[in-house]
């Protein structure tokens, strides 16, 4: 679990350097598909990512407004404040909290139980196909997007065999 985390963030630095060198307007431009835009994109995956790790261990959340987060400076500081509360849980991961339960409110007032462990994998393929989005964006404006290889990233150090 630790691995796909660290893997997502290392990404997520990647794409926002990516976005270093592209103009703001292209940034915010409200694109097809996704949640509008490439900079909407990244505050998106880091706010759900920080939202479900919240709600899972029934913390306070709240949803961050994105008109408040207009500039690539902004959404990095953002991230930078989620990031403590969520790299601190991920690195605290233990077996039993795998299927410890959760309940989740849905809008129209249900609820659904649904176990730690399941809630985790899903925050880490929702950013991993956000990013896929912003690949598709990159190749639209003429710019070579970030490499979505796991492989030869230096995230897995001690497989067996390996040594």
């Keep these: 679990m630790e691995t796909l985390f660290r893997y997502n963030w290392m990404v997520r630095e990647q794409w926002y350097r990516w976005c270093e060198d592209v103009p703001e307007e292209e940034l915010l431009k409200v694109r097809t598909g996704g949640v509008g835009s ?3 994109t990244l505050f998106h995956v880091a706010d759900v ?4 790790i919240q709600s899972i261990q029934g913390k306070p959340d ?3 407004d994105f008109n408040l987060y207009q ?3 902004q959404v990095r500081a953002l991230d930078a404040r989620f990031r403590h509360d969520v790299e601190g849980f991920v690195l605290g991961w233990r077996e039993e909290l795998e ?3 959760f309940d989740d409110l849905l809008p129209d007032g249900r609820v659904r139980s649904l176990a730690w462990g399941e809630v985790l994998r899903h925050v880490i ?3 991993i196909h956000h990013m896929g989005q912003l690949s598709v964006w990159a190749r639209e404006i003429g710019k070579a997007p970030v490499s979505a290889n796991l492989i030869e990233k230096g995230l897995v150090f001690s497989l ?4």
Excluded: N, Y
Excluded at 49 to 52: A, I, K, R
Excluded at 160 to 163: K, L, T
């Design 99 to 101: 299927r410890k339960m």
């Design 125 to 127: 393929a929702h950013e």
């Design 49 to 52: 990512e920080w939202s479900w």
């Design 62 to 64: 709240f949803l961050e």
């Design 38 to 40: 490439i900079l909407k």
């Design 160 to 163: 067996p065999g390996r040594e």
């Design 71 to 73: 500039s690539l400076a």
